[in-house]
C-alpha cells in the first residue's frame, strides 16, 4: 500500500510503502504452533459450517471469539483478541521507502530494496491491455514493534515468543508459493519503554525515552508456555 511521498535530494520522489500481513502472518504462526503442540486455540473464520452444513475449521481450533463467549478463553484469543475484545497487542506500520531514495528520511522510515513486476492482460485478437497491475517484493532487515496495551502474563509472554521464534516457518504475503516471502528472526528484544515529553527553552516539545531491557522476564515467560501437565 502506497501511503506518500517526499522529496529526496534534486527534487527525486521517494515512494514509502507499509508492509502488510505482519499481524496476520504472526497470528497464523499461533495457530500453527499451537496445533503442533495439540493447544485448541481460535481459528481465524468465525463460521463453523458451510451452508451445506459441512464443517469448515480443521481439528484443532474453534471459531474465533468462540472461547470468550464460552468463558474458557484461549492463549490466543487472550493476546490477539476479536471483534468482542480488543487485542493486548498493537502493531505499530512497518513504513519503508527504496534504498535508491538519497533524500532525509524520518526516523520511522526503514530502507529497503524494493523491486516492482508489472503485467498487463490484453484482449483476445487484440493489442489493447484490459488489466494491468503491480507485484511489489522487498528485501533486506527491517524492525518491527509490538506495544503491550496490557502487561502480559508469563504464559502470555511465552506463547507470543515462541510464535514469533516459529513464524519463519510461515510464509508472508500471496507469493509464497512462488518461493518469495520468506523471513528470518534476527533479534527480539523485550523492552520497558518509559517516555516523557518537556518543553526546551525555546518552548519546542522534547521527546525523552527511557528504556529497560527485560531478560529476566524472557526466559521466565519462555518457561511458562505451555504448561506442564503433571501425570
Not at 518469495?180 to 521527546?207: N, P, W, Y
Request: hydrophobic share 35%; charged share 30%; net charge positive.
Amino acid at each position: 500500500m502506497l501511503i506518500r511521498t517526499t522529496k529526496g535530494e534534486k527534487g527525486k520522489e521517494g515512494k514509502k510503502y507499509v508492509v502488510k500481513g505482519l499481524r496476520g502472518w504472526l497470528n497464523h504462526a499461533m495457530m500453527a504452533l499451537a496445533k503442533e503442540m495439540g493447544v485448541e486455540v481460535c481459528h481465524t473464520s468465525e463460521k463453523t459450517e458451510s451452508q451445506k452444513g459441512e464443517p469448515l475449521l480443521p481439528e484443532g481450533f474453534h471459531a474465533a471469539g468462540k472461547c470468550l463467549e464460552n468463558g474458557e478463553e484461549c492463549i490466543k484469543h487472550r493476546l490477539m483478541g476479536s471483534f468482542g475484545k480488543q487485542s493486548k497487542l498493537k502493531f505499530e506500520p512497518v513504513v519503508i521507502t527504496s534504498k535508491a531514495c538519497k533524500g532525509k528520511e524520518d526516523e520511522e522510515i526503514q530502507q529497503m530494496h524494493i523491486a516492482t513486476e508489472v503485467r498487463n492482460a490484453l484482449a483476445f485478437h487484440t493489442k489493447k491491455a484490459i488489466q494491468d497491475f503491480g507485484e511489489r517484493y522487498f528485501a533486506g532487515t527491517f524492525t518491527l514493534r509490538i506495544e503491550f496495551r496490557t502487561k502480559l502474563e508469563a504464559e502470555e509472554l511465552g506463547f507470543l515468543l515462541k510464535s514469533l521464534l516459529y513464524a519463519p516457518e510461515i510464509g508472508l504475503g500471496a507469493a509464497v508459493n512462488n518461493g518469495a516471502g520468506k523471513m528470518k528472526i534476527l533479534k527480539v528484544a523485550l523492552q520497558e519503554v518509559v517516555r516523557e515529553r518537556t518543553f526546551d527553552q525555546k518552548g519546542r516539545v522534547v521527546e525523552r525515552e527511557r528504556v529497560r531491557n527485560l531478560w529476566k522476564e524472557m526466559q521466565e515467560g519462555l518457561k511458562a508456555w505451555p504448561k506442564k501437565v503433571s501425570a
